[in-house]
C-alpha cells in the first residue's frame, strides 16, 4: 500500500475512473448506502458510470463536456443527513486512499458541496429503465 506521500494526485482519465470504479464498488458493498445503490437491477450501469466520469472530469479536470449529473436520479438517498454524510464520508476516504495533493482536495471539497446540496434536495423515485 501507497503511503500518503507516494499517493498521486489526480491528473488524468484513468484517475478519475479509479475514483469513480472504487467508490461505486464500496457503496455497493456499504451496508448503509449497498440498498439504494444495490437498484442495481434497475440502473443501467455502464451511463451511470460514463455520468460519473464525465462530472468528475469537467469537475476536476477542465474538461469541455457536457456534465453528468453528480448523483443521477437511479440512486437515492434519502434526504436524511445521515445516508449523506455516510456517502461523504465514503467519497473523502475513497480519495484518500488512492490520492493525494490539490486536486484530490478539491474533489472532497466538491464532495462536501454536493452532499450539502443532496441533503437540500427531496428524495427522489427510481426511474424504470
Given at each position: 500500500?501507497?503511503?500518503?506521500?507516494?499517493?498521486?494526485?489526480?491528473q488524468t482519465e484513468g484517475d478519475i475512473k479509479k475514483l469513480v470504479d472504487t467508490l461505486c464498488h464500496k457503496a455497493?458493498?456499504?451496508?448503509?448506502?449497498?440498498?439504494?445503490?444495490?437498484?442495481?437491477?434497475?440502473?443501467?450501469?455502464?451511463?451511470?458510470?460514463?455520468?460519473?466520469?464525465?462530472?468528475?472530469?469537467?469537475?476536476?479536470?477542465?474538461?469541455?463536456?457536457?456534465?453528468?449529473?453528480?448523483?443521477?436520479?437511479?440512486?437515492?438517498?434519502?434526504?436524511?443527513?445521515?445516508?449523506?454524510?455516510?456517502?461523504?464520508?465514503?467519497?473523502?476516504?475513497?480519495?484518500?486512499?488512492?490520492?493525494?495533493?490539490?486536486?484530490?482536495?478539491?474533489?472532497?471539497?466538491?464532495?462536501?458541496?454536493?452532499?450539502?446540496?443532496?441533503?437540500?434536495?427531496?428524495?427522489?423515485?427510481?426511474?424504470?429503465?
Amino acid at each position: 500500500m501507497q503511503t500518503s506521500t507516494t499517493l498521486p494526485d489526480i491528473q488524468t482519465e484513468g484517475d478519475i475512473k479509479k475514483l469513480v470504479d472504487t467508490l461505486c464498488h464500496k457503496a455497493n458493498n456499504d451496508t448503509l448506502l449497498g440498498p439504494s445503490f444495490g437498484a442495481a437491477s434497475r440502473i443501467y450501469w455502464p451511463h451511470f458510470l460514463t455520468s460519473q466520469y464525465r462530472y468528475w472530469s469537467t469537475t476536476l479536470l477542465g474538461r469541455k463536456e457536457i456534465e453528468g449529473a453528480p448523483l443521477p436520479e437511479q440512486v437515492v438517498l434519502p434526504q436524511g443527513g445521515h445516508h449523506v454524510n455516510h456517502w461523504l464520508k465514503l467519497f473523502s476516504s475513497t480519495v484518500e486512499e488512492c490520492f493525494s495533493g490539490s486536486k484530490a482536495e478539491e474533489a472532497k471539497q466538491l464532495a462536501r458541496q454536493l452532499a450539502t446540496r443532496l441533503s437540500a434536495s427531496r428524495l427522489r423515485e427510481l426511474p424504470v429503465d
